[in-house]
């Protein structure tokens, strides 16, 4: 298949967030050739596909291209001779991330999908599907890249490059556009006259902002939005706003991600999740609400563009990076991004071969980070810290051993070690059998050995 | 001075565990050429010394031996010429760590005097003495060694050697002795016929065991003592001994130390120390406790012996390695021993520069520690994380930055991050302000600022 | 000084390149708001200086601009306020490169003025008057970018950033842009549309090649320009153009630059020099032949333009990347170009703290190399022998310990170990004692106890 | 088999070494509960095995000892269930190092059996052979030690380790022992009062010298070995005894081995090496006779212990290391030794998973060598070029690639680039078609294409 006739696969093709693609593809049809555009879903998925499958059809249409869309649960068929695939799956679909929050909140634990217990629990259902899908693809498309946006996206992008051996992978995520935009912003400066540098892994990143003078602007930009007198405030609608605390901001020396508030005031982030939880309203089921809410409107027939209420989801520019970063590839476009990519030394900090997230120009042959070199002490433990967890969580993830998974719950910095961290892998694996088959003997034992443990997860699952 | 008649200096003479030293010379009294013993204090432990002076006297003197005992309050006359100096005193005394623990479980938060909240305050107390004993040493004793056992040992050692300057630092602890009579013990083998190897650092290290046969016994060993069928035991005397969780240690495939438990099993060690905080009976305040009864008996004018009450203090076989250490310098004995010092790549994952905990022959020029290279993830990014953790805890004790501080706070794993993090730093502060020079500008401001933190302080303080 | 009116500085002014320059100027002059130029040299250098200035300044008239050519002996003075200042002079002229080259060949041994011995003098020549030139800078003008293309550059710019803490410093060399020119010629595709990455230090670098289809193409190119059915052929005045062997460049897997010829046919090369010694011909005979004819050419007061001949000199490019350089620094350009910089990492088998020769883009506040990772073995191993032997050249430069230079001769690869390393050293002392103060008590010990030595040097010096 | 009726087995059992393997059994009788030597050999070392073979049998008989010794040509047989194994083969017997020898030598390059031309073709030779042993040793052995002293003993021992995945190897030579002699003799103290400890390569190590009362000896023994008014002196038979010079290895600041000759005094070893060369008396000629003289003595039937004539051969003490080493692990033993063992970042300047030489005890489990950290710049270069071509050349034999063979010869700093090194690997090709079936296409490419060779190796051969 010649690259001027694209074929663009999307795994989870039902997603929510399909819309925002489609319209990513059609802002940008003068670099994409495409000629088909595949949404593949499972069949639990099959509803979801046909009404956002028909929404992407009216899109296509209403801009006056001839590009194909297809629907289809053959996953094979859909990767015959792929270009491009983006993954966008969720193992178990929002009913999982409720339970991934729910479990540790019944314990006053942050479940946190991306790094904490849930995001753990998310690998280990995801590493397995995204290993099949690379077996596939393989033999299917030996050439395609594969752009994952699928959470938690620093380990599910470590594990098909590192594990799965697909070397042609990027993985993509929405937050450092937003602290991108944000600095811009507080500065007063065009975002395209700044340069701003990230290291760190997904979620976990920190970043340096310059001017076109050649200023550090980073600690004026501490300042001005982690200062004494600035309001909280935050670009992303995943996470809550809670204040950082300015000096250990300013000692720091570079700015943090969103996400590093649930290690830097754990505290404050935990108080609000519990308080959530209380009222029932804990982030995955406000998604749930928001995208039942959706799919009602991408089923009017009418609608056959992005509806702004999109962007309420949460993970708003997720897609449209994606698109960028196709496009970047396709055209050898050299876009300054921030993706999840092979470390090869970029971070001397973290394992040769491990996977960070860093910015630099997407090539025609990928992206091709800056240099960043180490990080101070503090930064440095902390992100190593993360990744020794992140490693064992793969491991977990692929062997299904309970003794791993144990220790990735144990080492990990926003789940209590000890009696908390086993209460919380017996409920969560009894929670999750149906997508676990790996850790099937683990869950036998557990549900042969605690009865309490099956009782208290049956009740709590109830009270959803 | 030769080293045929040999000066041996305690700094914090006064110390009760000085009869054990004593003991440790006297026991070595053919391979420890001495000559002058000085025990050395300050003024606030004054009666201390003179009591545990006199009975150092009578030890000696009931051994038959014609070493001077010289108790000073001048440490500069003390240092002059020393052959070996040997610290372990405590800035503040045991109030001062009663200060360490009460604070944080006042707030349900673990206090550790070695590495959590308490224990980065007691380096806040203890570095810039060192540094100032290094000073006075460079001068006095050029070329005397400098045996360090005050808490919290790897940071003190770290900056005596990295900031100091001074190399001939080794630190010493008695956690891995304990470990290593306990793995004899277990197997039923005579311990000089293992081969132990630890790796990590203070308070925070990993052993592994092999037979005379070749064989590892590493597996074997974390079967017999952290087996589901073992019941909970624990060595030592400072730290409960809750159970650690056997598939967790299994899937480690190293032995932890004691001290692990406080971030492995977190959960039980908090439960345990809120219930002894409640009842008011903090480990400080036993210690203090112990301490008057003991020197109740350095009293009697016929006590010529180390009582047995002594091995109730907690720190036993402290002063004990300590001699051991001297008197393989002193002979080039090369006895095989655990000892903070300088990296240089022993651990790979840690900076060259750092101080570690390893294992390795004492030669008459110091630690001649054994390779080990690298741990596997889970537990390289732990104690990488504790590394960061240590070497910003070291900074903010040398600069008295406030920052600093925080960020050290903020990235300890035992210290919840957030705004408690920040409570517990300011409450503190002002809690330790007599000892905390570096520190003034701060804890002025907190004073002026914030009324409710002195009065709380105020509150505690009176009810301990 | 604002930024607006620029001065730019130029040590070494007088050289023959100096037209270039001021052309690279006039060419950029919408991205320039250059105010002053100052070309300043020594003594020495004062006839050339007055030639080539007088010609500078019609050349800026010719263009019809404003800008100031200031003429100066007095470096201070020249320094005060600039915003850039290049370096391109040359201890002891065009006559030290002749003693550098004839001295070693007279013992049948490659001088090679950037790594070989003679590179070893340059830079014990050179470094000591770099570092008095940041003095100057650190007083005179704190903020400017030093831009170095003084040879060795690669050793040059090591000791201006690590030794003199000039973090402003950049190097160059115009190696790489011959290579990316040849890469875009034989693949026939236009050099914009190639992503090229070299990696390496000074003069000795490799680099990777890919298409804007993703493709690599650096296996096809080794063919092409050194497959065995291709004639030997260079774009580098400076190296004779002997062919690489086939089958070592493809087993690398990377293209060599022209340099690697003195390493990888190391036989050829020496037979080539030694040829053109006897002629009277060596490269730095042949150099000053050509440059005469130059300030002939540059005395003419109608010459207002760069006479094509310069492109003789073998240094073309050099000065035009100089000028690239600092629009790129002066407008946020991010031209993707070839510096040496620090290597915090780039590359990680070299130390963190050197220089190192990297692909990125020149942003406002410097270059930001794309990460390169490690090498293959043959390459990492050859490459960190080379860094090795700069280090301890730069050691030895800054001492002028004379162990250090007779280290530095031993290991580098172009210098047969022993007895005639220490000749060549020796005798190299003697030809060039006037520029070498730091090195003036071996040289009168060497002139006392080894009057053959000396004997020698005059004899050869004589016949040059 | 149990571990107290030991099965030992020589590969290359009719070496001129075995008498000093036997002596060294027979010396450690009490430690070594020997119940079967095995000595095998192959066809063409048949009838050496036999007198060498008989002489053994008289050697142990006139001990006393029961111990069984059995001759054999099957490998098979005598590995199995065999408790060590030692290797001291020489694949093509002298006469391919003779061969190894006379080709450079025949251009006026240095041969050198271990690490230059010579060397990298034994290792051709030898590292299929010793990975078919491990195959072997897999299936009859798989708890055996491999003791290999089999030259090049750095290469062959990283290619069972790391190709071959057989850990319990240990690499054995005898340059160090001699060293530590004459530090000993030198400083005038007993060799156990020392601590020396040893990094490196094979044959390319340094050391450093502390003594009893914790003063480093080392550059005392510089003066007193290779000062100014010191005789040149070696302790090696193997190698010519030139001085070194005296201000390179007082800034080296370590103590060079013998082998380090053909690096820093490569001139001076090379016209002595030619001049051997040109008499017909090279070091593997001289051998040659030398061991057929042993076997003369060797026939005698009353020859029953060691003859005072083997210590002529060049590797004496290497037999009695391997006796040691085996004694050591079989009894906890804990000697000190210098042994080929995995990095694992003992030198954190190779690659961690390369075979290093270095001290440490041999324990039960193996070597465990003290930590060494990194280099000084001038011995790190150095060293990581040799091991980039060891790498190189290990990859060569393994592949039998022409062009990875032509890359270790660029890049070996023994061997001139270029033309050189191609026509040098040309020729040992063809001369040692014989044992290098691996290479058998390019040796057929070289025959048909370049009479040329074909005729000037025969040439040479003859002439031998």
């Known amino acids: 298949m010649s690259r001027n006739a694209l074929k663009i696969v999307t795994i989870g093709g039902g997603s929510s967030y399909t819309p925002e693609l489609i319209e990513g593809y059609i ?5 994409l050739p495409i000629k088909e555009i595949w949404l593949v879903d499972i069949e639990a998925g099959k509803e979801k596909l046909e009404i956002v499958g028909a929404m992407a059809k009216r899109m296509v249409a209403a801009a006056g291209l001839d590009w194909e869309v297809h629907l289809t649960l053959d996953r094979r068929e859909a990767l015959k001779d792929a270009d491009y695939v983006s993954t966008q799956f969720r193992v178990g679909l929002l009913d999982a991330r409720i339970k991934d929050e729910r479990v540790p909140l019944s314990h006053g634990v942050l479940g946190q999908e991306t790094n904490g217990a849930g995001g753990m629990f998310k690998a280990f259902r995801t590493i397995p599907v995204i290993l099949g899908i690379i077996k596939d693809m393989e033999e299917m498309c030996p050439n395609a890249w594969l752009v994952n946006f699928t959470n938690p996206a620093g380990m599910v992008t470590e594990a098909a490059i590192k594990h799965g051996g697909w070397k042609k992978t990027a993985g993509l995520c929405n937050v450092p556009i937003g602290h991108s935009k944000q600095a811009a912003e507080k500065l007063g400066v065009p975002e395209e006259e700044l340069f701003i540098k990230y290291a760190g892994i997904n979620h976990f990143h920190w970043h340096r902002v310059w001017d076109k003078e050649g200023n550090e602007r980073t600690d004026e930009l501490i300042d001005l939005i982690y200062g004494p007198q ?3 405030d935050s670009h992303l609608k995943n996470i809550h706003s809670a204040p950082f605390h300015y000096e250990q901001i300013k000692d720091l020396g570079m700015l943090p991600c969103g996400y590093h508030r649930y290690y830097y005031i754990e505290d404050e982030m935990l108080a609000h999740s519990v308080e959530e939880f209380e009222k029932g309203e804990t982030r995955a089921q406000v998604v749930k609400a928001t995208e039942a809410r959706l799919f009602e409107l991408y089923k009017d027939p009418k609608l056959d563009y992005k509806p702004k209420e999109l962007e309420q989801r949460g993970g708003t520019h997720y897609s449209d990076a994606a698109c960028e970063l196709i496009a970047s590839i396709q055209n050898d476009k050299r876009t300054d991004m921030v993706v999840s990519t092979e470390n090869n030394g970029t971070i001397v900090d973290l394992p040769y071969d491990c996977v960070v997230e860093v910015s630099g120009p997407v090539t025609s042959h990928g992206p091709e980070p800056y240099n960043w070199g ?25 062997t299904g051993d309970y003794g791993a998974a144990l220790q990735a719950f144990t080492i990990n910095p926003l789940v209590p070690g000890g009696t908390m961290a086993k209460t919380l892998l017996d409920e969560l694996l009894l929670a999750h059998e149906a997508h676990l088959p790996q850790f099937a003997e683990s869950i036998k034992r557990i549900k042969e050995t605690q009865p309490e443990t099956v009782e208290y997860v049956e009740e709590l699952m109830k009270s959803n």
Chains 1, 2, 3, 4 share one sequence.
Do not use: H, N, V, Y
């Open 27 to 31: 802002k940008r049809q003068d670099q």
């Open 374 to 398: 180490s990080f101070p002490p503090a930064a440095r433990g902390l992100i190593q810290g993360m990744k020794g967890m992140e490693e064992t969580t793969i491991r977990a993830a692929i």
């Open 230 to 232: 600035e309001e909280a």
